[in-house]
């Protein structure tokens, strides 16, 4: 993994790592840096030889949030413009993105950085990380699916009090609180998400697919609606060849032969 490029990508077996490549700011967005990921999520749709995606930071923190900077010196769109169709945009596509993706967050997730982390399946975060909803102290309000992630992942009084203090949540007690999966020792992040994606990746592709499209839809079903939804995909998977041949191996009593995806 080599390069100056703002997103880079290393293969390590059928786990693909795409690191934001802007340390010295963090990593704070900017529409290239954002189209850049968009650009290698939307790759890897294709690829059969990826299972899962690792997303980290390189440096000393995960993503910063937008670029200030680059917004005073001007030259941008305006932010309208912006969120629609460049933030919201990638942020759904990590949501909907048919392969897991594993974040690997190594300090500071402010802003719109939290929001990339949080689109994500799972959540692996140093010790020391911290997820930063700021936006109130410079006098704006939470974007790029913030509030959503929050509230749905931590009810709306802790997101109503995180959002409006602008406190930062160190990455222990996002854990507690369920906002992410898990916090590990700092410099162990990687690792772990890593290994987490790798076991995710010998899973049969197309049943990871339609469960993630599955939880996506729980987020806003009714108990009735949620249970036709899952019927629905229950179907779809359980006509896939690798379904089929899961059951044919269980009863065969041997180890399946490898997913084809069908």
């Given at each position: 993994m080599a390069g100056t490029e703002d997103v880079l990508f290393e293969r390590q077996g059928r786990v693909v790592v795409l690191t934001l490549n802007r340390p010295a700011r963090l990593n704070a967005l900017t529409p290239a840096l954002a189209e850049a990921l968009r650009v290698r999520l939307s790759d890897l749709i294709r690829d059969p030889q990826a299972g899962a995606i690792v997303l980290t930071g390189a440096g000393r923190g995960f993503c910063s949030g937008h670029?200030?900077?680059?917004?005073v010196a001007g030259g941008e769109p305006g932010v309208d413009r912006l969120l629609r169709d460049s933030y919201n945009p990638l942020v759904q596509l990590i949501r909907k993105h048919p392969l897991p993706v594993v974040a690997?967050?190594?300090?500071?997730?402010?802003?719109?950085?939290a929001s990339l982390a949080l689109a994500c399946d799972i959540v692996v975060a140093a010790e020391g990380a911290r997820f930063v909803q700021a936006f109130t102290n410079i006098g704006i309000v939470p974007d790029?699916?913030?509030?959503?992630?929050?509230?749905?992942?931590?009810?709306?009084?802790r997101a109503r009090a995180l959002v409006l203090t602008g406190d930062p949540l160190p990455a222990v007690q996002a854990a507690e609180w369920g906002l992410i999966w898990q916090a590990v020792p700092?410099?162990?992040?990687?690792?772990?998400?890593?290994?987490?994606?790798?076991?995710?990746?010998?899973?049969?592709?197309l049943g990871l697919a339609y469960a993630k499209r599955l939880m996506c839809a729980a987020e806003a079903s009714t108990?009735?609606?949620?249970?036709?939804?899952e019927a629905d995909y229950q179907t779809l998977a359980s006509a896939s060849a690798d379904h089929q041949e899961a059951i044919r191996a269980f009863v065969e009593k041997r180890p399946p032969a490898p997913w084809t995806g069908r």
């Amino acid at each position: 993994m080599a390069g100056t490029e703002d997103v880079l990508f290393e293969r390590q077996g059928r786990v693909v790592v795409l690191t934001l490549n802007r340390p010295a700011r963090l990593n704070a967005l900017t529409p290239a840096l954002a189209e850049a990921l968009r650009v290698r999520l939307s790759d890897l749709i294709r690829d059969p030889q990826a299972g899962a995606i690792v997303l980290t930071g390189a440096g000393r923190g995960f993503c910063s949030g937008h670029d200030l900077r680059n917004a005073v010196a001007g030259g941008e769109p305006g932010v309208d413009r912006l969120l629609r169709d460049s933030y919201n945009p990638l942020v759904q596509l990590i949501r909907k993105h048919p392969l897991p993706v594993v974040a690997a967050v190594n300090g500071v997730a402010a802003g719109a950085g939290a929001s990339l982390a949080l689109a994500c399946d799972i959540v692996v975060a140093a010790e020391g990380a911290r997820f930063v909803q700021a936006f109130t102290n410079i006098g704006i309000v939470p974007d790029a699916g913030s509030s959503h992630f929050l509230t749905r992942s931590i009810g709306a009084a802790r997101a109503r009090a995180l959002v409006l203090t602008g406190d930062p949540l160190p990455a222990v007690q996002a854990a507690e609180w369920g906002l992410i999966w898990q916090a590990v020792p700092d410099g162990a992040e990687l690792a772990t998400a890593c290994a987490l994606a790798d076991r995710l990746a010998a899973k049969p592709p197309l049943g990871l697919a339609y469960a993630k499209r599955l939880m996506c839809a729980a987020e806003a079903s009714t108990l009735e609606t949620q249970a036709d939804i899952e019927a629905d995909y229950q179907t779809l998977a359980s006509a896939s060849a690798d379904h089929q041949e899961a059951i044919r191996a269980f009863v065969e009593k041997r180890p399946p032969a490898p997913w084809t995806g069908r």
